[in-house]
């Protein structure tokens, strides 16, 4: 899973997100690739309409060459900001992981993708419910300022 909550002044809190499940086959990628990040980051400025900046994590695919010559050569549109090498109480998105593992924290699923339809389900409730995004904003102490 990958995701951004996504503020602006005076308008409505948005969580983008990108769920990606691993089935095995031959050449699929068992997890999240820097491109991944890249079309999300593409797909919220689409949706977003405007210039972002972006506040993430040390997680090593936000660091590659690749990504990092994405970033230089979009930077007329992307100003990106790292956080501390391990501070997850300043990630917003922290708290949407929190929000989503609370409700299927007690889940007995039967294979993966049960657990990838709850997930992308409660995903979808956050999402229309700014209030939450907002909160998770709120926990981190950080400003829009």
């Not at 997100?17 to 593409?42: M, N, S, T």
Request: aromatic share 8%; proline share 5%; charged share 25%.
């Amino acid at each position: 899973m990958a995701g951004m909550t996504c503020y602006k002044p005076g308008e409505r809190s948005r969580l983008i997100y990108a769920i990606r499940e691993y089935r095995g086959r031959k050449d699929e990628p068992k997890g999240f690739v820097w491109r991944d990040f890249r079309d999300l980051i593409v797909r919220a400025r689409i949706q977003l309409g405007g210039p972002i900046v972006l506040v993430w994590d040390n997680l090593r695919l936000h660091l590659t060459a690749g990504m990092r010559a994405f970033i230089d050569a979009n930077a007329e549109w992307l100003t990106v900001f790292q956080l501390p090498t391990y501070a997850p109480d300043l990630n917003p998105q922290e708290g949407v992981w929190s929000l989503v593992k609370r409700e299927i924290g007690n889940l007995a699923a039967v294979d993966l993708g049960q657990v990838t339809r709850s997930v992308k389900r409660r995903l979808k409730r956050i999402q229309y419910r700014p209030e939450l995004v907002d909160g998770c904003l709120a926990t981190t102490g950080l400003t829009l300022d």
